[in-house]
């Protein structure tokens, strides 16, 4: 089946840094990828959509300047937090999308655990 | 907007089945997914429907009605491993989640 990784799967950043999180599609090329993101005990938040060589659309609420989306090729899309605050810590999870006949099943990454301190 | 609804909690024993309900007002529809998501895991894809009925998957089995705005994911056999949360996820060439239920399996 289809692959996806994450990188870093947890990192612990100070307060006032910056962090970035990898996304590859390692068997497959994505046009699109998705980032979420997920809070203890909630469901997964969709944050922005990522569109392998334009600008990502980001959803209402989530600020573009400081979740900043590069999807450079068909398999990396990259998220950077920054200036990263305490509120930021979050499962952080990307997914790519598998075009499969009529269906367009979203393969998810393994997440990354952000934590601010 | 979306809105998925899907019971917070359910319970049941080694052996039992349970019927995990979720009901969408979404203002499109391609289609919905259950997902089963481990504590700390990233959520991994059990079913897909895009037309009504049924869709069966080992002991996995997913209902849709499109008219009614209602799914269900039908658990068999439980075992153990089966313990965590699931997710009911509209399709709108974006997914939107529904909050989660989280399935405890007791011996």
């Known amino acids: 089946g289809a692959v996806v990784s994450q990188h870093p799967s947890w990192v612990i950043c100070k307060s006032g840094t910056s962090v970035k999180i990898e996304c590859r599609s390692l068997?497959?090329?994505?046009?699109?990828m998705f980032w979420y993101r997920q809070f203890p005990k909630q469901s997964l938040m969709l944050m922005a959509t990522?569109?392998?060589?334009?600008?990502?659309?980001?959803e209402q609420g989530v600020e573009k300047d400081k979740f900043l989306i590069n999807h450079a090729s068909l398999t990396l899309s990259t998220l950077t937090v920054t200036s990263a605050h305490p509120e930021d810590s979050s499962f952080y999870i990307c997914?790519?999308?598998?075009?499969?006949?009529?269906?367009?099943?979203?393969?998810f990454g393994p997440g990354t655990r952000l934590t601010v301190t | 907007g979306q809105n998925i609804d899907q019971p917070t909690e359910m319970t049941a024993t080694e052996g039992a089945i349970v019927q995990i309900n979720c009901t969408y007002q979404?203002?499109?529809?391609?289609?919905l997914f259950w997902y089963q998501q481990h504590a700390g895991e990233a959520p991994t894809f059990l079913s897909y429907?895009?037309?009504?009925g049924l869709e069966e998957k080992g002991r996995f089995s997913s209902f849709l009605s499109r008219s009614k705005g209602y799914s269900y994911l039908l658990l068999k056999e439980l075992q153990m491993k089966d313990s965590a949360s699931y997710l009911c996820?509209?399709?709108?060439?974006?997914?939107?989640f529904g909050a989660g239920t989280t399935v405890t399996v007791r011996a």
């Open positions: 068997d497959f090329q994505a046009t699109t």
């Open positions: 429907n895009v037309l009504d």
């Open positions: 990522s569109n392998e060589g334009s600008k990502a659309t980001y």
């Open positions: 996820a509209v399709n709108d060439y974006k997914l939107s």
């Open positions: 997914s790519a999308n598998l075009q499969v006949k009529v269906s367009s099943e979203q393969y």
């Open positions: 979404t203002s499109g529809f391609n289609g």
